[in-house]
């Protein structure tokens, strides 16, 4: 049994991140162009216009906004937006491949599954209910928490999630698709496996730390565990 699989042999709970190991969230839906919205809806709300960056991430916007509004008011507002927008990206995210074989497999062995993801809880719950898994993962879905400063590479959301499953950090497994699940992870003192969409990704994590990444979930379906 080589590392991965030893990780996965032993995990109780698998908490998965949501796009990228789960859904391509954005496919249909670019998150560069959710950004552009959240921009210009901050400068509107009061935000110094230099201090937005042109950046495809909009959670990016989200923390930079955060650190100028005192009243907690704007970082509301944009949080609403993304999640309108995430949700509407939800119900037409293509699955990532294997991805929802393996959560019908490790449930089927015993294993609890959870999602601990920076995205919002109600985008990752319209997309289980689409793909007929929120039954796999029930009240174990942990999106970002309302303060920007909570989202990962903070623990918050793994927190949330091993204590839900009633288990320890060292019994769970993460599998993520970003430095900042890592980071996570390794901060909570949970075991990590990277998911790797491309050779770019994969560069990314390892550089991050991550000991054991795989190309393919197909990868995370070993026969001895999961047959």
Same mark, same amino acid.
């Given at each position: 049994?080589?590392?991965?699989?030893?990780?996965?042999?032993?995990?109780?709970?698998?908490?998965?991140?949501?796009?990228?190991?789960?859904?391509?969230?954005?496919?249909?839906?670019?998150?560069?162009?959710?950004?552009?919205?959240?921009?210009?809806?901050?400068?509107?709300?009061?935000?110094?216009?230099?201090?937005?960056?042109?950046?495809?991430?909009?959670? !990016?916007?989200?923390?930079?906004? =955060? @650190?100028?509004?005192?009243?907690?008011?704007? #970082?509301?507002? +944009?949080? *609403?937006? &993304?999640? !309108?927008?995430?949700v509407h990206a =939800? @119900?037409?995210?293509?699955?990532?491949?294997? #991805?929802?074989? +393996?959560? *019908?497999? &490790?449930?089927?062995?015993?294993?609890?599954? =959870?999602?601990?993801?920076?995205?919002?809880?109600? #985008?990752?719950?319209v997309y289980l209910?689409?793909?007929?898994?929120?039954?796999?993962?029930?009240?174990?879905?942990?999106?970002?928490?309302?303060?920007?400063?909570?989202?990962?590479?903070?623990?918050?959301?793994?927190?949330?999630?091993?204590?839900?499953?009633?288990?320890?950090?060292?019994?769970?497994?993460?599998?993520?698709?970003?430095?900042?699940?890592?980071?996570?992870?390794?901060?909570?003192?949970?075991?990590?496996?990277?998911?790797?969409?491309?050779?770019?990704?994969?560069?990314?994590?390892?550089?991050?730390?991550?000991?054991?990444?795989?190309?393919?979930?197909?990868?995370?379906?070993?026969?001895?565990?999961?047959a």
């Amino acid at each position: 049994m080589d590392g991965t699989s030893a990780l996965l042999e032993h995990a109780s709970c698998v908490l998965f991140d949501f796009d990228g190991p789960l859904a391509d969230l954005f496919a249909g839906h670019p998150a560069s162009r959710i950004a552009d919205r959240l921009r210009r809806r901050a400068g509107r709300l009061g935000v110094p216009p230099a201090e937005l960056p042109e950046t495809g991430d909009p959670l !990016r916007i989200l923390r930079i906004a =955060a @650190r100028h509004d005192s009243t907690g008011r704007i #970082a509301a507002e +944009l949080e *609403e937006q &993304l999640t !309108r927008e995430e949700v509407h990206a =939800a @119900r037409t995210a293509p699955p990532v491949p294997y #991805a929802d074989r +393996l959560v *019908e497999r &490790l449930v089927a062995d015993g294993r609890q599954v =959870a999602v601990t993801t920076n995205n919002s809880a109600r #985008a990752a719950l319209v997309y289980l209910q689409r793909r007929g898994l929120a039954g796999y993962f029930g009240s174990h879905v942990h999106g970002r928490a309302a303060d920007p400063a909570l989202l990962k590479p903070h623990p918050d959301c793994l927190e949330r999630a091993v204590a839900s499953a009633g288990t320890s950090p060292a019994d769970c497994l993460m599998i993520g698709d970003a430095p900042s699940d890592f980071a996570a992870a390794a901060r909570l003192g949970v075991p990590f496996v990277g998911y790797a969409r491309n050779e770019r990704k994969a560069e990314e994590l390892r550089q991050a730390g991550a000991e054991h990444v795989v190309r393919s979930l197909e990868d995370l379906t070993p026969t001895t565990a999961l047959a």
